[in-house]
């Protein structure tokens, strides 16, 4: 009898252990890392693609195609927010990880989350460079390269046309 109770009383201390840890799990966690973990893919033919981007942005995002220099929308865009991928609207960018940079295209020292992109080995055009993609639509954004800025020393150098832009909503 006093096994069964011993058992019984144990069993009440580990159900309440677990019910006071789930109780101090954050409730909030980031909507980002949230996603991180479950993105799903956004698949379509080239076909339905073609019909839901401009023939620009279809060069770029399907064909690895690159925009002219000193010309993209974002180059000069200081305002606070994300940038989405263009195609899906996934989050890519935070505008807190742009900095100013002479290569004429949009550049980020980091993305907002690490699963959000992809890295391709490229070696087009004779070189050997790492392409970025955007993780859930496979949309090309452009390169990353190591040297960039502190904290991370790396510029992910992007098209604009891969990219919409979401302003940060202001604090009232
Ligand atoms: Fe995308």
Known sequence: MSKILFGISLMVIISCTATSQSAKMPKNEPVISMQSDTIVPVQKTEEEWKESLTPEQFWVLREQGT????????????????????????????????????????????????????????????????????????????????????????????NSVSLDFVPEKKKK
Request: aromatic share 12%; charged share 25%; proline share 5%.
């Open 67 to 158: 925009e002219r220099p000193f010309t993209g929308k974002w180059l000069a865009n200081k305002k606070d927010g994300q940038y989405v991928c263009a195609a899906c609207g996934f989050p890519l960018f935070s505008s807190h990880s742009k900095f100013e940079t002479t290569c004429g295209w949009p550049s980020f020292y980091e993305s907002i989350d690490k699963t959000h992109v992809k890295e391709i080995v490229d070696t087009s055009h004779g070189m050997r460079r790492i392409e970025i993609r955007c993780a859930r639509c496979g949309g090309h954004l452009g390169h990353v390269f190591d040297d960039g800025p502190k904290p991370t020393g790396m510029r992910y150098c992007i």
